[in-house]
């Protein structure tokens, strides 16, 4: 833990402490939602890219290749995608496992807390699948933000690489964050992988790792406003030799 003297030290007379500013960059990320329609410069997202790719990787691999839309191949991205999902998501399967196919404790509760936590800040109710449904597709819109961005990684690689690509991933939302623009990770895009390969002519030797939408958060947005629990530092971690 960084002390308030200490973040005053390393921001120096009338300055903001770089401490200071990486921290709040990370604790203010979160999954939104909603955004607003302003649109992202493209030379924004360059930028956001540019400082992303410092992540570390494994011999230096840098195994991270990014498609980015927005406008009109956006649009096109996301009708095609509301199609597939709107004719049965069930034939449609990821090319790898995102999540275990039995949730043990305690992430089986955290899943199911969030879970309800976003569909009661919407006033969807338990057994309302029309809603439920609508607010899933909502995920293909790349919830109304002006930029979306496909991950893919080279199909031979292995369990490392994908390490590395969180490091990358963390970077991308942190450096928006940095810059005032929000985020959202989402794993949802990987179940339709023949259909975003096909329209963006992704290769075959390339894997979909996730989707990501990017660009200012509508702050009102109930879906936006709810809290989200983390564990405290001593849930998860234990310390010796000090």
Known sequence: MVHSDERQTAA???????VAAVDEAITSRRSIRRFRADPV?????????DVARHAP??????PWQVLVVAGGPKRVLSAALRVAYDSGKD??????EYYPAKFPEPYLSRRRKVGWDLYGSLGIVKGDMARMHEQGARNYLFFDAPVGMIFTIDRVLEIGSWLDYGMFLQNVAIAARARGLDTCMQAAFTRFHSVIREQL?????????????LGYADANAPENCFPVDREPVDAFASFAGF
């Open 91 to 96: 034939q449609y399967r990821s090319e790898h």
């Open 41 to 49: 410069p493209a030379d924004t997202v360059r930028d956001i890219l």
């Open 12 to 18: 120096g007379a009338g300055g903001v402490s770089p």
């Open 201 to 213: 002519g992704i290769p075959e030797s390339r894997m979909l790792v996730c989707g990501m939408s």
């Open 57 to 62: 990787s494994g011999t230096n691999m840098q």
